[in-house]
């Protein structure tokens, strides 16, 4: 039986942050660096952190 994973806190943020990031640049690629959350878009890397501690989130988005 395969069971369905259930999105985290942290997966959730980066998720609104990448539909907010395709307004402005449709063309947005997944670079797999280790666990990490990297794309690239256009000439610009960009590696988001997200993460939650209770009802506490945080976000960083480093260039």
Do not use: W
Request: charged share 25%; aromatic share 8%; proline share 2%.
């Amino acid at each position: 039986m395969n069971k369905i994973k259930e999105c985290s806190p942290s997966d959730l943020l980066a998720d609104q942050f990448l539909e907010k990031a395709q307004v402005f640049n449709n063309n947005i690629e997944v670079i797999k660096v280790l666990k990490s959350r990297t794309y690239n878009s256009e000439e610009v890397n960009v590696l988001v952190r997200a993460s939650s501690d209770g009802n506490r989130r945080h976000f960083n988005v480093y260039l």
